[in-house]
């Protein structure tokens, strides 16, 4: 769609909303997920809007899989599934705009984000295939002065300062944890951590995060929960164990070519379960 915009200039970020809500009229939305893109599938009453009828959207010029918002409920409860992440590395390492579509969420009225990504683990006890229910992060583009929220400077986004020390909210992983023993998934927490890619780890930078705490690591999922939390989302976030270190293939890196049917009927019941 016609028209410059600016990821981190609070009036654009209107003119995305108004845009959008034209298309899809009174539509509700409480729960936005990112990174499930196969959970399209089951969503009822869905509306699409392919980003290239959204203002200010980009259009991927390397990602062939699908690219749209998908609004509609699952189990009664109003979702939208963000089908087709920003690619950090396509768009020059600009998080504000990779993370656009969550203030633009939240500005319809999403309170909760479910978040997941393709992830190695480093913890000796993560096996390709397992879910990991992350605790924390470490952000390391966010760390070395990559925040999305840089240039967020305008009153209305509030202060820049955000608290993150609880960003994976406590009560929505107790839930995810007490579904996975009722969907039989295999389920451990731990800490994930996002590098800026798109070149992998070398055996030594693992090591290192594993010092530091790391469990599972990926190159995305941060900048969206630093600007869920700064916009006052709850987050719940899986890392999905895709490979194990050093077994790396093109598949493994695509998180939303690796969720089975269990991984999908899980994430539903969360849903179902969830209190808005
Ligand atoms: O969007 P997520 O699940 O992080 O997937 C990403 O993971 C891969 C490497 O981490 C990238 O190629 C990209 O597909
Ligand atoms: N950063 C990073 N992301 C991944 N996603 C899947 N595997 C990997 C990996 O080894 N490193």
């Given at each position: 769609m016609e028209g410059k915009i600016d990821p981190r200039n609070y009036d654009d970020l209107l003119k995305i909303v108004s845009s959008i809500k034209s298309q899809i009229g009174e539509q509700l939305v409480d729960i936005m997920i990112i990174g499930f893109d196969s959970l399209t599938d089951l969503i009822q009453n869905a509306i699409t809007l392919p980003y290239?009828?959204?203002?200010?959207f980009p259009k991927s010029k390397i990602n062939d899989n699908p690219e749209s918002l998908v609004f509609g409920e699952i189990d009664g409860k109003n979702v939208v599934c963000v089908q087709g992440r920003f690619d950090k590395n396509e768009y020059n390492m600009d998080l504000g705009l990779c993370a656009l579509p969550v203030r633009v969420m939240q500005l319809l009225g999403a309170k909760i984000m479910i978040v997941s990504n393709a992830a190695v683990g480093i913890n000796g006890k993560l096996k390709k295939g397992g879910l990991m229910l992350i605790k924390d992060h470490i952000f390391v583009p966010g760390l070395a002065g990559w925040s999305p929220l840089n240039g967020c400077g305008d009153e209305r986004y509030g202060s820049p300062f955000v608290p993150v020390h609880d960003a994976y909210n406590r009560g929505l992983r107790k839930l995810a944890i007490k579904v996975g023993r009722k969907c039989n998934i295999n389920l451990s927490e731990g800490f994930f951590t996002m590098t800026g890619g798109p070149q992998l780890e070398t055996s030594a930078e693992l090591r290192l995060l594993r010092k530091f705490g790391a469990d599972a690591v990926g190159t995305s999922t941060c900048h969206e929960v630093t600007v869920a939390r700064h916009c006052g989302v709850k987050v719940l976030g899986f890392a999905w164990i895709t490979n194990a270190v050093g077994a790396y293939s093109d598949d493994a890196l695509d998180a939303s070519k690796q969720f089975g049917p269990q991984e999908l009927e899980f994430l539903v019941e969360i849903i179902k379960d969830i209190q808005i």
């Open positions: 290239s009828q959204i203002k200010g």
